[in-house]
């Protein structure tokens, strides 16, 4: 998988590209990430890619130009385009599948007060992160990246894949360690009996309640 992020902010993306998973997947070749600085293709002098908008109004608003170019000089047949934006759908674990089956994605990353509205029309889809506002489109831009990267094959190991959260619309369940006890705070017996199948029963029963609490609480 190659993935373009289109941002005015490469420098957001340093730490992101060079730790844990995301590093080795892509020095093992499993994803190419490359980070595009929008910037570089304005047509204005000092590479200028915002302005005012038209009708007044608060803040700068980016414009088609950078952007339009930016795509143009990348994208390829099989490219699958997104936009960065509170207005897309929320991001979930299964857009995160449905990502990882493309070989391409271009994501676009906003900022400002928002952007020429004309810029939707090259997207193929707009996705949102939750119903709050950031700065810019870099940190959702790593999220999403993160949560698809370790869906290709190869990247994480499948057993990890298997018992993960929200792939059997249940979170996932409590998991302990060694020490038996610390401070006072004990491993659940059934976790210690050997009795797979009473631990397979008790896992499911964690799901279900964690799940339950869960949906509770929003």
Request: glycine residues 8%; negative net charge.
């Amino acid at each position: 998988m190659q993935i373009d992020i289109l941002t005015l902010f490469p420098e957001m993306f340093e730490g992101f590209l060079n730790q844990s998973i995301i590093k080795r997947a892509i020095e093992s070749g499993k994803v190419k990430i490359n980070i595009i600085n929008f910037r570089d293709y304005s047509d204005e002098p000092h590479g200028k890619v915002d302005d005012t908008p038209f009708g007044g109004g608060a803040g700068m608003v980016l414009k088609i130009q950078p952007i339009y170019d930016a795509i143009e000089s990348i994208k390829k047949d099989d490219s699958h385009i997104v936009l960065l934006t509170p207005r897309g759908k929320t991001f979930k674990q299964e857009k995160a599948k449905s990502l990882s089956k493309f070989k391409h994605l271009i994501l676009i990353c906003g900022h400002y007060e928002g952007f020429d509205d004309r810029i939707r029309l090259l997207a193929d889809e707009e996705i949102s992160i939750g119903d709050f506002i950031l700065t810019g489109g870099e940190l959702p831009a790593m999220m999403i990246s993160d949560a698809t990267i370790r869906l290709i094959e190869g990247v994480i190991s499948k057993e990890s894949l298997e018992s993960e959260s929200f792939d059997n619309d249940l979170m996932d369940f409590p998991v302990y360690t060694k020490p038996r006890e610390y401070k006072g705070m004990k491993v659940p017996d059934v976790l210690l009996s050997g009795d797979h199948k009473k631990i397979e029963e008790y896992r499911k029963k964690e799901q279900i309640r964690i799940t339950n609490e869960k949906l509770k609480d929003k």
